[in-house]
Every structure is written in C-alpha cells, then in structure tokens.
C-alpha cells in the first residue's frame, strides 16, 4: 500500500512564503514523477510544478519564478517553496507521485493568502 501525505499549508498575507512538504512510503520504488496540484474553489485541478527522476522541473507559468519545486530521492519526499504568494493562490494543494504508471495522490492542504 502506498501513502501519501502533505503538509505545510496554513494561512499567509500576500507577499509572504510558505513551504509544502509530501512525504511517500509504502511498497513504492523508482518514483519517475513528483509534482504538486493545486485546485481552487470552481475550479479545475492544475499542475504547479512537477520534477522527474532526471532533477527536471516544469512550473505553471502563473508560480514561474516565486515557486520552487525540490525533491529528497533517498526519503521519497518532494517540497514545494512558494514565495511572493498571491491571493490568487489560494487553494488545496494536492500532492501526486507517479512510478510502474500509476499516480498516487495525497489528501490536499489547505493554502490561503489573505490579509
């Protein structure tokens, strides 16, 4: 069985930083993808960032250059950094890993950025 689990989201003014954790375990082995979703209130589920095996990265345009997106191979654990964060960030944050084809997803955290 595989578990995944995030943590780190809370309630931050604009301007200010959070960072997201997820930590897998279970029968997992050669995780090929790692990356974080977010999906807010009416909205469809969307791809933040993303790292593959090789240490690649992708981000959505909207967190280029606030977000960064890092992964600890060795403890199966992929972190989110989100600086100058925006109220149009607001959402849960979904955390997914992918390996054999099959992606595994998280139970969300809450991120909210208001003043």
């Known amino acids: 069985q595989v578990q995944v689990v995030e943590s780190g989201g809370g309630l931050v003014q604009p301007g200010g930083s959070l960072r997201l954790s997820c930590a897998a375990s279970g029968s997992i082995y050669n995780i090929y993808f790692m990356g974080w979703y977010r999906q807010a209130p009416g909205k469809q589920r969307e791809l933040v960032a993303g790292i593959i095996s090789t240490g690649t990265t992708n981000y959505a345009d909207s967190v280029k250059g606030r977000f960064t997106i890092s992964r600890d191979g060795a403890k199966s654990t992929v972190y989110l950094q989100m600086n100058s964060l925006k109220p149009e960030d607001t959402a849960v944050y979904y955390c997914?890993?992918?390996?054999?084809?099959?992606?595994?997803w998280g139970q969300g955290t809450q991120v909210t950025v208001s003043s």
């Open positions: 997914q890993i992918r390996f054999s084809g099959t992606g595994y």
